[in-house]
């Protein structure tokens, strides 16, 4: 018998609508547990909890619109009245109550890497983002905890007419209308409590139209550093791929450990027109104290591709099941993901399909590795409507256990309500072979090193459809996953 949250979680889609803040020791994760400690006289926060009085704090702040505000107000409301979700990983560590949901580096967003205040330079130098951005990128928007600090594109890429900024200033310039008329509509904040409260407390993100025809050939990023302890960080990314566009974005997140609950409640909203083709890639790296309870929702309009890619590495616990709603006929989506538990770690993920267009298709391909106690979950839902004559669904989902007293579980849904349908699903649990592991040894290799091939091997349907860059980075995080006790 399912319970409400999991009845929640299988309805259909209505698309019309504490002290101590010292690190504590872990796995040697190199340049990403770097910590940069926060003077007050450089940062503007507010107080800890969630109060009205903070939400019109943050309203102001960023100079929202009279819509916004009253966004906001209502929003808050509503994350009143609703209830924690009970169905998921257990989230009993996270107090609102001590969460910081408003962090303002004291800067102005630049244009050039050079004028970003050099402590904050200093912390993206670490993770590459500026080379990054020299050696691949069409363009890059970099945050820090609440805000942008930087934010820049090439000017090729600007003049096809492509639009990437961040949301601030594209609530309150040029695009405003366009933002208002999108704006959580894709994951309103009546979808849940997590949704109500980024509705109330959002800050940051990107703002992304490519106009019809536009091919951008080199990716688009965004990147998320959480440094503050104790605080949340709640950036909203918007967009909006024009009739036969094509676009690729990324996205990349990571955050130093501290002995504090950190929160992240993200919404992404990707709108795919007809015939247009998105491609959204994320590598989380957050670390082990963080809550990481995003929303990610794309729908498609006839002939319309969505390819999620997704790497999920960090995190004390998840929940993330990007959605992609088949509204046009002939409409595509995949998603490709690997999720990561070590010691410590609950992750809760997978991904939904809903079919309403005729001809849609679908496939999802999840890999979940666990180790060290740690709890994977996948937790997947195809709906296939009336409507959705002559589509078709697959689902592969494959799981390997690095021990004993770790776990993986499968959770799938279907929901078919058509004869002419064709779907799917093939689950798989495994552990390395001994045999294997004893090969390699044989050749020279030490055992943590056969053991990390192995599971490089098993994640290289996600790694293979990065670009270079990042596929070497998410082996060097699996690299640091399995060198851990």
């Keep these: 018998m399912k319970n409400e949250s999991q009845r929640y979680f299988d309805r259909p889609i209505d698309i019309t609508e504490d002290e101590n803040r010292e690190m504590i020791n872990d796995v040697e994760r190199g340049l990403y547990d770097f910590i940069d400690e926060e003077k007050d006289e450089d940062f503007y926060k507010v107080d800890e909890g969630l109060t009205e009085e903070i939400v019109l704090q943050i309203?102001?702040?960023?100079?929202?619109?009279?819509?916004?505000?009253?966004?906001?107000?209502?929003?808050?409301?509503?994350?009143?009245?609703?209830?924690?979700?009970?169905?998921?990983?257990?989230?009993?560590?996270?107090?609102?109550?001590?969460?910081?949901?408003?962090v303002k580096p004291k800067t102005e967003m630049k244009g050039t890497w050079d004028e970003v205040p050099e402590d904050i330079k200093n912390a993206f130098e670490k993770l590459g983002i500026p080379q990054a951005e020299r050696e691949s990128l069409a363009g890059v928007g970099a945050q820090y905890d609440s805000e942008l600090v930087y934010h820049n594109v090439r000017k090729d890429v600007e003049e096809l007419g492509v639009i990437y900024t961040d949301m601030e200033s594209a609530l309150n310039g040029p695009y405003a209308e366009m933002i208002r008329e999108k704006f959580m509509t894709l994951v309103p904040p009546t979808d849940?409590?997590?949704?109500?409260?980024?509705?109330?407390?959002?800050?940051?993100?990107?703002?992304?139209?490519?106009?019809?025809?536009?091919?951008?050939?080199?990716?688009?990023?965004?990147?998320?550093?959480?440094?503050?302890?104790?605080?949340?960080?709640?950036?909203?990314?918007?967009?909006?791929?024009?009739?036969?566009?094509?676009?690729?974005?990324?996205?990349?997140?990571?955050?130093?450990?501290?002995?504090?609950?950190?929160?992240?409640?993200?919404?992404?909203?990707?709108?795919?027109?007809?015939?247009?083709?998105?491609?959204?890639?994320?590598?989380?790296?957050?670390?082990?104290?963080?809550?990481?309870?995003?929303?990610?929702?794309?729908?498609?309009?006839?002939?319309?591709?969505?390819?999620?890619?997704?790497?999920?590495?960090?995190?004390?616990?998840?929940?993330?099941?990007?959605?992609?709603?088949?509204?046009?006929?002939?409409?595509?989506?995949?998603?490709?993901?690997?999720?990561?538990?070590?010691?410590?770690?609950?992750?809760?993920?997978?991904?939904?399909?809903?079919?309403?267009?005729?001809?849609?298709?679908?496939?999802?391909?999840?890999?979940?590795?666990?180790?060290?106690?740690?709890?994977?979950?996948?937790?997947?839902?195809?709906?296939?409507?009336?409507?959705?004559?002559?589509?078709?669904?697959?689902?592969?989902?494959?799981?390997?256990?690095l021990d004993s007293i770790s776990?993986?579980?499968?959770?799938?849904?279907?929901?078919?309500?058509?004869?002419?349908?064709?779907?799917?699903?093939?689950a798989k649990i495994g552990r390395i072979s001994d045999e294997a592991v004893f090969y390699m040894m044989s050749r020279g290799i030490s055992e943590i090193e056969a053991r990390a091939m192995i599971v490089s091997g098993f994640a290289n349907p996600v790694s293979k459809e990065l670009p270079l860059e990042y596929a070497a980075e998410m082996n060097n995080l699996i690299k640091l996953e399995m060198e851990m006790g």
């Design 59 to 102: 309203s102001e702040e960023k100079h929202d619109p009279e819509w916004m505000r009253e966004f906001r107000l209502k929003s808050l409301k509503i994350y009143e009245k609703m209830e924690v979700p009970d169905w998921g990983a257990p989230i009993d560590g996270l107090d609102m109550e001590h969460i910081v949901t408003y």
């Design 407 to 426: 776990r993986s579980d499968t959770v799938p849904a279907m929901d078919v309500r058509t004869d002419r349908a064709d779907v799917g699903h093939e």
């Design 192 to 401: 849940h409590k997590f949704a109500a409260l980024h509705g109330a407390v959002w800050s940051g993100g990107s703002f992304v139209y490519v106009p019809p025809g536009v091919k951008v050939d080199i990716p688009l990023q965004s990147y998320f550093r959480l440094n503050a302890p104790g605080a949340g960080q709640f950036e909203h990314t918007l967009i909006i791929a024009d009739e036969g566009a094509d676009v690729h974005f990324i996205e990349g997140c990571s955050a130093p450990k501290y002995n504090v609950a950190n929160l992240h409640a993200g919404v992404v909203e990707l709108f795919v027109g007809k015939n247009a083709h998105l491609r959204y890639s994320t590598i989380e790296n957050w670390s082990k104290n963080m809550y990481n309870l995003n929303t990610k929702r794309a729908i498609c309009e006839e002939g319309g591709i969505i390819e999620w890619i997704s790497g999920s590495f960090g995190s004390h616990v998840s929940y993330l099941y990007p959605t992609s709603i088949l509204k046009g006929d002939h409409s595509h989506a995949e998603f490709t993901g690997i999720t990561f538990a070590g010691k410590g770690q609950n992750l809760d993920t997978g991904a939904r399909m809903v079919h309403i267009g005729k001809g849609t298709s679908s496939f999802i391909d999840t890999k979940s590795v666990s180790k060290s106690g740690g709890i994977n979950t996948y937790r997947s839902a195809v709906e296939i409507r009336k409507s959705a004559v002559d589509s078709k669904a697959n689902i592969n989902c494959g799981s390997l256990m």
